[in-house]
Antibody, heavy 121, light 110 residues
Framework: QVQLVQSGAEVKKPGASVKVSCKASGYSFTSYVIHWVRQAPGQRLEWMGWINPGNGNTKHSEKFQGRVTIISDTSASTAYMELNSLRSEDTAVYYC??????????????WGQGTLVTVSS | QSALTQPASVSGSPGQSITISCIGTSSDVGNYNYVSWYQQHPGKAPKLIIYDVSKRPSGVSSRFSGSKSGNTASLTISGLQAEDEADYYCSSYTSTSSWVFGGGSKLAVL
């Protein structure tokens, strides 16, 4: 079955960077887009960006332009999201989610368990 | 990209039907039939319940249905059950090839 397993919780200081991993299994990794979505405590879901592991193409939310990097390692069937210049407002649960196809318009039918990133001095 | 507008809370009694609205713009909901709805229980990851405005993934109850008119999408849950109590989020593809979520609606089954 499709599984997305994310790396563990992180605590970072303001100004630092965090890199969250998302290991996929149970399907062809290069055939489906992977998205990153975050959720601050008690807040709404917020879309961050996606990557097409088949060709490495990415698209980011304008809000995170310049601060977020999304990559994939096809040999490891793993996607990564790195967020730089962390501030307290970046404290959130970060989810990876697989789309239903390789196209950017496809919805998200499988989600990772989430990774809590806490930014605190 | 501003968040889509949803009511903060909705409520209904078991067996009743409720509808959650999701208001966007001509750059997202109004221009694309790529509207999805997600159900999220506390402490859990979201679950896809409606995609492409009105399609249901395999395994999702037929009590969930979706529709769209202009810039407004809607999720209807019929025959409310206690387990439907959760947060519901709409999302839409946008003209900038990105996605936007709604603010979320908390459903209380009274």
């Amino acid at each position: 079955q499709v599984q997305l397993v994310q790396s563990g919780a992180e605590v970072k200081k303001p100004g630092a960077s965090v890199k969250v991993s998302c290991k996929a299994s149970g399907y062809s990794f290069t055939s489906y887009v992977i998205h990153w979505v975050r959720q601050a405590p008690g807040q709404r879901l917020e879309w961050m960006g996606w990557i097409n592991p088949g060709n490495g193409n990415t698209k980011h939310s304008e809000k995170f332009q310049g601060r977020v990097t999304i990559i994939s390692d096809t040999s490891a069937s793993t996607a990564y999201m790195e967020l730089n210049s962390l501030r307290s407002e970046d404290t959130a649960v970060y989810y990876c989610a697989r789309a239903t196809t390789i196209f950017g318009v496809a919805p998200l039918d499988n989600w990772g368990q989430g990774t809590l990133v806490t930014v605190s001095s | 990209q501003s968040a889509l507008t949803q009511p903060a809370s909705v409520s209904g009694s078991p067996g009743q039907s409720i509808t959650i609205s999701c208001i966007g713009t001509s750059s997202d909901v109004g221009n694309y039939n790529y509207v999805s709805w997600y159900q999220q229980h506390p402490g859990k990851a979201p679950k896809l319940i409606i995609y492409d405005v009105s399609k249901r993934p395999s395994g999702v109850s037929s009590r969930f249905s979706g529709s769209k008119s202009g810039n407004t999408a809607s999720l209807t849950i019929s025959g409310l059950q206690a387990e439907d109590e959760a947060d519901y989020y709409c999302s839409s593809y946008t003209s900038t090839s990105s996605w936007v979520f709604g603010g979320g609606s908390k459903l209380a089954v009274l």
